[in-house]
């Protein structure tokens, strides 16, 4: 059983970043992919980035490729996604996810976290 919970979300203007945690408890977190994935208001959630187990591999949609990395520190059981250059369209609440073993779109992952605001003003 892996349970995660988010954190570092918050209010920033255009064009700056945040760091969001996933960190996460059970002793098989090491052995998962982990995937971030957000939901803004009246869309569905979409994939964001993933990364491997033991980091093996990362993997971005395209809206946030250059501007997003996801990194692990399995030592710390966490996940990192630091976002840079940040718009306004990419507010959203973000959630973390682990299944599976590669990086990919993550299409049905076991585990979920409960999520945290991003919201970028203009």
């Known amino acids: 059983q892996v349970q995660l919970v988010e954190s570092g979300g918050g209010l920033v203007q255009a064009g700056g970043s945040l760091r969001l945690s996933c960190a996460a408890s059970?002793?098989?977190?090491?052995?998962?992919?982990v995937g971030w994935f957000r939901q803004a208001p009246g869309k569905e959630r979409e994939f964001v980035a993933s990364i491997g187990w033991r980091g093996i591999g990362t993997y971005y949609a395209d809206s946030v490729k250059g501007r997003f990395t996801i990194s692990r520190n399995n030592a710390e059981n966490t996940v990192y996604l630091q976002m840079n250059t940040l718009k306004p369209e990419d507010t959203a609440v973000y959630s973390c996810a682990a299944g599976g073993t590669y990086a990919g779109k993550m299409a049905s992952p076991y585990y979920w976290g409960q999520g945290t605001q991003v919201t970028v003003s203009s």
């Open positions: 059970g002793r098989t977190f090491s052995n998962y992919a």
